[in-house]
């Protein structure tokens, strides 16, 4: 077995260590350093619970790691304790008006669903992009018919449906809801897209909680005029909204991924969280 090289004097380590910290399990990406997934999972993964693998592209050679990468990281898994959660492709669509698009998404990410078996990722997050006009209902009820067709095809590879968490994006979760539920996926709570669009955490938190597997955050920056940039550093989060991040924290026990794309980043989100959660004179799990 070909021992890897060790990335660990080239880059920052995350400030703390959160290994069975909190009650859920805390994560980050795999693109915190500017490097390929290996050396981003050797370095973080001493001191996370779990990795969040980005598989966005699918159309380059390369978009899928190899079998040789796979195996390594499921070495690494065993090694360091660390568990992974898979961000699959979102250059493709399930819900694409054009059935052969439809057909050719559910092939895509099906094969990367089984490449990435063997890591045993505790979810997959999976987007249903809507392209079409926000006021027409049958706009609505095309894409929904659309999107049932395309997940349909994608379990027929054999994805497991429970592990399928359709994230929310920019559009109301209330026309994926139905897909959701008819299809018993899981859900995948990107609390900085929902912040975004002015959705109330808790209230959404109440109504999917049985099936929300994977938490994405992320602070989430407002300027002046009241655009919104997302995927920064958790302590630029508002704090009314971080005290209701704070509360549903405190119930959840999946997986948390901090998404952010940087050690800049991730050093204040990890800090931030932690001094909170002390603050809050929550316990850590023993």
């Known amino acids: ?43 973080l993964g001493p001191h996370l619970d779990e990795i969040e ?17 796979i195996d390594a990281l499921a070495r690494l898994s065993a090694e360091m304790d660390v568990g992974y959660n898979i961000h699959l492709p979102t250059d493709v669509s399930l819900a694409a008006e054009d ?57 027929e590879t054999g994805a497991p449906r429970n592990l399928l968490a359709v994230e929310t994006l920019d559009y109301p979760f209330a026309w994926a809801a139905p897909l959701v539920e008819a299809f018993d996926l899981s859900v995948c709570m990107d609390i900085g897209h929902l912040i975004l669009y002015g959705v109330d955490l808790a209230a959404f938190f109440k109504r999917f909680r049985r099936r929300i597997r994977l938490i994405h955050l992320h602070g989430v920056r407002f300027t002046r005029d009241g655009a919104g940039r997302d995927h920064v550093g958790l302590e630029e989060m508002p704090p009314e909204h ?3 991040v704070m509360a549903i924290l405190k119930d959840f026990d999946g997986v948390v991924s ?14 931030h969280l932690d001094a909170a959660w002390t603050a809050a004179g929550r316990k850590y799990t023993p």
């Open 1 to 43: 077995m070909t021992s890897l090289p060790d990335p660990s004097g080239a880059y920052p380590p995350p400030p703390l260590s959160v290994k069975g910290r909190y009650p859920f399990r805390l994560g980050t990406t795999s693109f915190i350093y500017p490097d390929d997934y290996l050396p981003n999972v050797q370095v």
């Open 53 to 69: 693998l980005l598989l966005f592209e699918s159309r380059r050679a390369d978009s899928l790691p190899s079998g040789a990468t």
């Open 99 to 155: 059935p052969d698009e439809r057909a050719r998404a559910s092939a895509v990410l099906g094969r990367f669903v089984s490449a990435t078996a063997p890591l045993s990722p505790s979810a997959y997050a999976l987007h249903l992009p809507f392209d079409g006009g926000a006021t027409d209902p049958d706009g609505i009820g095309r894409w929904q018919a659309a999107a049932a067709q395309g997940i349909g095809r994608l379990l």
């Open 242 to 244: 971080f005290a209701a």
């Open 258 to 271: 901090l998404e952010v794309f940087s050690h800049r980043h991730l050093a204040p989100s990890m800090k």
